[in-house]
């Protein structure tokens, strides 16, 4: 899930038009499988490959926040809860009940009988114990923020160059092998969403005997097991046949296949090489090339998630709120996504993904509008004399609309724009992680669960685990705190609402645009569906005979 997930690839499309844009300038749907060109029986003992990338880590759950790692993870391990994965509305999985009086003391019973892979039986206190691995500063995990709720948190993680006074947080109380009690520093009204995010899926015992061997090969509960990894070819999973969830796999062998190029993988796809894409290469979308290609094998969904410029608040050139607006003013959306990205994305206007509850139409206001004249009013407010950059892996069809971004910025500032490739999206994320950006950066981001809380506390709040701008606003920090705090849920939407306008005063990262959602799958599958976090839903594909 993903989540929060930076995610690596796109549907773009470059055509003839973007190449018009170089050179003048100016200027929630439900999941649908189409995918019934594979008849008969389905083979449950089928093998499936899916379109994959290198993963930026080891496996370790609250260690893994992209697509490429989350895509191997997503079904090793199983969390208390699960979403649906056309509407992301929350369900018990591994847990029994969820009760809570006043949103800030949860009661939690987990299902008896479930195991991990080595055989041994999930209990509480292999929630409790991961959970505050995950949570203490010195283990330096990714997802270490998304604890941040829970009562205790600052003593085990109390920021950069802090020692911590405690290893575990107060906040959680194993009462039995199959319940224990999370308590939180305030009523948070999300909870009983967030948990599904695997940052929180449990470890077994063996895990805290060796974590750098068990990142190597993991031992989760989930509906299927890991098996090998040959680093930049493939990770190899196969089923768990004594899987207790509903959401089991219907297949029994899943090669997630590292590709360098989205157009390699797309040739496979093709030619029933490879089973399953989420996204699809340029030279697939220009001109809905695509629907001729694929006919029925066409999978189709609706994502949460959102695309933006991130801007490096520590690079001092880029500090500068008139130079954003510029920016921003500067950068033709509905040019670049129909013509670009020939209509498989849409505009953003806002900081929250359209299907997400809270979610506002055109809180970017005038600023998320072209208008080349306001942009050169701000620039030269600005003071801004050097040249601008936009830093992205290239692969996965990121480079065209970011290319167009750059020259639509040109040709209306008057100003050099250059994008700058990565070799590929782990070393962008190693780039970005690092704050080591020199200019502009893709920042995307996939719902890891579906609330408007998602989509700001990760990447707004000062020194969270996904703020890579390194923005801080402590009147934003202070409101989000706020809106954390406040059990009744739709008081809180509100409240992350405000926190949403006082980010587009600061505009600390551009909204540019919004992905539909199109993937293809060989005609080997009978059945595969897009989840609403950009993944195959693996419990929905079955393998022809």
């Known amino acids: 899930m993903g989540r929060s997930r930076r995610f690596s690839g796109v549907a773009a499309a470059v055509t003839s038009l973007a190449l018009v844009l170089a050179a003048c300038g100016g200027g929630g749907g439900k999941t649908e499988d189409k995918g019934q060109a594979a008849g008969g029986e389905s083979n449950p003992d089928g093998a499936?490959?899916?379109?994959?990338?290198?993963p930026q880590n080891t496996f370790i759950p609250s260690n893994t926040t992209e697509l490429g790692g989350s895509k191997v993870l997503n079904p090793v391990f199983s969390q208390l809860i699960e979403y649906r994965s056309d509407t992301g509305a929350p369900f018990n999985l591994v847990a029994e009940s969820i009760t809570t009086n006043d949103a800030k003391v949860y009661d939690i019973k987990l299902k008896k009988g479930w195991k991990f892979h080595d055989g041994t039986e999930v209990k509480a206190h292999n929630f409790v114990d991961a959970w505050n691995?995950?949570?203490y500063g010195p283990n330096g995990q990714l997802s270490g923020d998304f604890f941040a709720q829970i009562e205790g948190y600052e003593a085990?993680?109390?920021?950069?160059?802090?020692?911590?006074?405690?290893?575990k947080m107060s906040g959680l109380k194993v009462i039995s092998d199959y319940e224990f009690q999370v308590t939180l520093s305030a009523p948070f009204s999300v909870f009983l969403s967030k948990i599904g995010y695997l940052a929180f899926a449990p470890l077994p015992d063996v895990f805290f005997k060796d974590p750098k061997a068990f990142a190597e090969h993991p031992i989760g509960n989930g509906p299927m097991k890991f098996v090998s990894r040959q680093p930049k070819v493939n990770v190899k999973l196969t089923r768990n046949d004594d899987y207790q969830?509903?959401?089991?796999?219907?297949?029994?062998?899943?090669?997630?296949r590292i590709y360098s190029s989205l157009e390699t993988a797309y040739q496979d796809l093709l030619s029933n090489k490879l089973d399953f894409m989420e996204t699809l290469p340029p030279s697939a979308t220009?001109?809905?090339k695509y629907k001729a290609d694929l006919k029925d094998r066409v999978v189709e969904g609706h994502l949460l998630g959102i695309s933006t410029l991130g801007v490096p608040y520590y690079v001092p050139e880029y500090n500068n709120l008139d130079l954003r607006k510029a920016i921003s003013l500067a950068i033709n959306r509905e040019q670049i996504t129909k013509t670009v990205m020939n209509d498989t994305y849409v505009p953003a206007d806002s900081w929250i993904s359209p299907g997400i509850e809270g979610y506002r139409p055109g809180t970017c206001g005038e600023f998320c509008k072209y208008d080349a004249t306001k942009a050169k009013e701000y620039l030269a407010k600005?003071?801004?004399k050097g040249k601008l950059t936009i830093q992205s892996n290239a692969d996965g069809g990121r480079k065209e609309p970011l290319v167009a971004a750059c020259n639509s910025i040109k040709n209306a500032l008057n100003i050099e724009c250059d994008f700058v490739p990565a070799a590929g999206f782990n070393q962008h994320r190693q780039i970005v992680t690092g704050k080591k950006l020199t200019g502009m950066s893709r920042s995307d981001w996939a719902a890891d669960y579906p609330s408007i809380e998602d989509f700001l506390n990760p990447i707004y709040r000062t020194g969270a685990g996904s703020n890579d701008s390194g923005y801080s606003n402590p009147a934003v920090d202070e409101a989000l705190k706020k809106a954390d705090s406040t059990a009744d849920k739709a008081e809180a939407i509100k409240l992350y609402q405000q926190v949403e306008d006082m980010i587009a005063k600061d505009l600390p990262q551009i909204p540019v645009w919004d992905e539909k959602g199109v993937g293809a799958k060989s005609?080997?599958?009978?059945?595969?569906?897009?989840?609403?976090?950009?993944?195959?839903?693996y419990s929905s594909i079955e393998v022809a005979r």
Do not use: I, M, W
């Open 48 to 54: 499936v490959s899916v379109y994959g990338t290198e």
């Open 133 to 135: 691995y995950g949570a």
């Open 156 to 167: 085990v993680n109390p920021g950069k160059d802090k020692q911590p006074t405690a290893d």
């Open 245 to 256: 969830g509903e959401d089991k796999v219907h297949f029994k062998d899943l090669e997630v």
């Open 286 to 288: 220009a001109g809905g």
């Open 382 to 384: 600005s003071g801004f």
């Open 523 to 537: 005609s080997r599958l009978k059945a595969a569906k897009l989840d609403f976090g950009r993944y195959a839903d």
